[in-house]
């Protein structure tokens, strides 16, 4: 069974491109994109659910007399797609003009995307893949049988899924662009409930995410799990005030993902970025680098570009608390009257602070004492002033060793100061994730009870 993108696919989007200029249409981009996911769930120790999803659609974006307009639509048969796109460029007829919408100057669109397989993140071996062996997958890491608990806990329940997925999207448009990028990921997860002598509950979860089967570790997502919701047995509340703060690589990328939107375009043409007209300027610490490895072979979640077709470039984000970068699209370019990069960072990856080396043990020894944060639940930030409030989970540790977990506490404070009091960043990364941020370490940091 062939799943991904076939040559008919491919010529009903040359198909619809030709109809877009023949209509009447100056300019226009098509993205075909086709996903597969399939699932297999367990509760307790049985399989709870098998779920097969397929899908395929197409987006036009359409280019009439400085009007734009962009549709999208999975009825796919060639006649039902001119119908589409002869209602489609009547609506972008009656919008008001914008002369800022244009498609990317050729010389910065891909040309190195031709196959979607140049990255080496499409295993062959999803191809063949069976029901049965899924679900034999998600059944035989499971302990819920064999796991009896202590006089501390017992073991309540435990969820496991294992999933598989191919995404292959393939970007035309009538300057010429042909980018396609095709990508398999094959994921595990584990998530364990226990209760306590008491009757409270406590839940840990675990997972592994990999563009390629054999390097999948499915063997430490249950265990890991388990111990994680062991470990939060008998929170106890502690006084607020400053504490030197050690965020986990599970949750770090909650303090980088800030900064990146307020790198973004729209947040800058709308003035809803606390990093305005920073470019060029030291904003942070000499210890912040952030890149982008958008291009790292194997690695999941990187792209030779982005969804105009333009290249991707591994290049500095932050160097050394220097803003190098905004992430300007060919729209926001002229809204702005500024040279267009990128629409968004691909895979940023915040660069170990002082030396390399550091894992969380370091880094926590190294500190001495503090908060451990290993988790956000809710609270918000202000995009405009850089503002935060944020509740954690996690532990106090002294010594560098963990001391007992803490409860109902909130972190609050404003990112550009918070940044400038990094202590120290890990090359500890999680592998799977797309924001590539280690274990994190900042000092005087506003905790509240």
């Known amino acids: 069974m062939m799943n991904r993108l076939e040559k008919t696919d491919i010529q009903l989007a040359e198909m619809s491109l030709r109809i877009a200029l023949e209509k009447g249409a100056d300019m226009a981009r098509v993205s075909l ?11 307790n120790g049985e399989v709870d659910k098998v779920t097969h999803n397929l899908s395929m659609s197409i987006n036009i974006y359409l280019f009439v007399n400085q009007r734009f307009g962009s549709f999208s639509t999975n009825r796919l048969s060639p006649e039902e797609l001119e119908s589409f796109i002869i209602k489609a460029l009547d609506i972008v007829r009656n919008v008001e003009p914008d002369s800022c919408r ?68 393939l970007t035309l448009d009538t300057n010429g662009l042909i980018c396609r990028h095709t990508e398999t990921s094959f994921d595990f997860y584990a998530c364990m409930t226990i209760q306590d002598k008491n009757g409270n509950k406590y839940s840990g979860y675990w997972w592994d995410s990999t563009p390629c089967l054999d390097k999948l570790d499915i063997s430490s997502c249950v265990p890991t799990a388990l111990r994680k919701a062991i470990e939060q047995i008998g929170p106890k509340s502690i006084d607020g005030g400053k504490y030197t703060m050690v965020i986990s690589n599970e949750c770090s990328a909650k303090v980088v993902s800030p900064l990146l939107n307020a790198l973004n375009g729209y947040s800058i043409q709308q003035n809803n970025s606390f990093l305005m007209d920073s470019l060029g300027k030291r904003m942070f610490p000499e210890g912040l680098t952030i890149t982008d490895n958008c291009r790292a072979r194997g690695q999941g979640g990187c792209r030779l570009f982005d969804s105009e077709g333009v290249s991707t470039k591994e290049d500095s984000i932050i160097e050394k608390g220097v803003v190098k970068k905004y992430f300007i699209n060919t729209y926001m370019a002229g809204k702005l009257n500024m040279d267009p990069t990128i629409e968004d960072a691909t895979r940023p990856c915040v660069l170990p602070f002082p030396e390399k080396g550091a894992s969380l043990p370091l880094i926590m020894e190294k500190c001495s004492e503090g908060i451990l944060v290993t988790g956000f639940n809710g609270g918000n930030s202000n995009s405009v002033t850089g503002d935060f409030s944020y509740g954690i989970e996690g532990f106090l540790f002294r010594e560098g060793k963990i001391v007992h977990p803490v409860r109902e506490m909130l972190v609050t404070g404003n990112f550009l100061r918070l940044w400038s009091n990094l202590i120290a960043a890990g090359d500890d990364y999680r592998r799977g994730t797309q924001k590539q941020v280690p274990t994190l370490a900042f000092k005087d940091v506003d905790f509240s009870a």
Do not use: C, H, N
């Not at 994109?33 to 509760?43: C, E």
């Not at 499409?122 to 679900?135: T, V």
């Open 33 to 43: 994109s086709k996903s597969i996911m399939d699932l297999v769930g367990t509760l």
């Open 102 to 169: 244009q498609l990317p100057d050729p010389s910065r669109t891909a040309q190195d995307a031709q196959s979607g397989l140049e990255l080496d993140l499409y295993d062959e071996r999803y191809e063949s893949i069976e029901e049965e062996e899924r679900i034999k997958t998600a059944l035989k890491t499971s302990v819920f049988a064999q796991t009896e608990g202590t006089q501390e806990w017992s073991l309540i329940s435990e969820e496991i899924e294992y999933s598989d997925s191919l995404t292959d999207t």
